[in-house]
């Protein structure tokens, strides 16, 4: 592969969600496949690269996974390519799409209606609906919780009747990573020591991309909109882009095309120059 080859047509790294795995990309990454992209989009540790029903059935390697275990465990993919990507996560994702790029990885990122890093405090109502399963039993935050169907029609099938809603569940949903959640949540006061921070200021960052879904109830524009207002105290290029009718299932919904689209061309047109390899 030439060089202008590569520089036109970087690989891209896709971290799913809380409540997901990397099926849930299938879409996105077969549409970027098909344009020349090296796609790549591993599980998280103790999902790896197992089918939705396998979790399901044996959720106990997601058991007391914390954020910086998963972060760092796409540090080492992304550092083990031999060019710089594009990364865009969804969801919680896309929280740590922004902690990957304030670590100096990535040429552009996007954060597909990403959740806040610490020091963003917008907690709408629906957010706090869709975390209340798992946070109202702190006992459990060491486990691996069920997603009812019911709760799943609330946080990705809110367009759907509960009928296509529970499809869905069958073929996408699979426990949540409770202390996953916990940690988020606890570092929203924490700015400069949460778990999730970032540093907002960061000259050199790569350009970032967030997405929002007009109707999400998990990760609603207001959050975004208030991430926003944090990055725009720095000089890099961070930008949001708003997609109604829109739902937390935006990776996979009736439309998605219009959206990975513009994600995309988005990151290449705004990406820095690839390196020949990834910093270590």
Request: proline residues 9%; glycine residues 8%; without cysteine.
């Amino acid at each position: 592969m030439s060089m202008q080859n590569v520089q036109e047509k970087p690989p891209i790294v896709l971290v799913h969600g809380l409540w997901m795995t990397p099926s849930s990309w299938d879409t996105w990454a077969g549409r970027y496949r098909a344009r020349g992209h090296d796609v790549i989009a591993p599980g998280w540790p103790g999902i790896d690269d197992r089918t939705p029903q396998e979790v399901r059935e044996n959720p106990k390697p997601l058991e007391n996974r914390g954020i910086t275990d998963i972060v760092d465990a796409y540090d080492r993919i992304i550092r083990a390519l031999p060019q710089q990507p594009i990364i865009m996560g969804h969801s919680f994702g896309g929280i740590f799409t922004q902690m990957l790029l304030d670590r100096g990885l990535g040429i552009a990122g996007v954060g597909v209606e990403p959740g806040q890093p610490a020091g963003v405090f917008s907690l709408p109502f629906s957010t706090l609906r869709t975390g209340l399963p798992i946070l109202s039993n702190p006992f459990r935050m060491r486990k691996a919780s069920p997603l009812s169907k019911a709760h799943f029609h609330y946080t990705f099938g809110n367009d759907l009747s509960r009928a296509a809603s529970d499809r869905e569940w069958d073929k996408s949903a699979v426990n949540a990573v409770n202390r996953v959640f916990f940690e988020g949540v606890l570092s929203l006061p924490k700015p400069k020591s949460g778990i999730t921070r970032v540093d907002f200021r960061k000259p050199d960052r790569a350009p970032l991309l967030l997405i929002s879904g007009g109707i999400d109830h998990v990760a609603p524009p207001a959050i975004q909109k208030a991430t926003l207002k944090k990055y725009a105290q720095g000089p890099s290029l961070v930008e949001r882009k708003e997609f109604p009718g829109r739902t937390h299932r935006i990776v996979s919904q009736d439309g998605w095309e219009e959206v990975a689209d513009y994600a995309l061309e988005w990151a290449l047109t705004h990406a820095k120059r690839p390196r020949a390899g990834v910093a270590r």
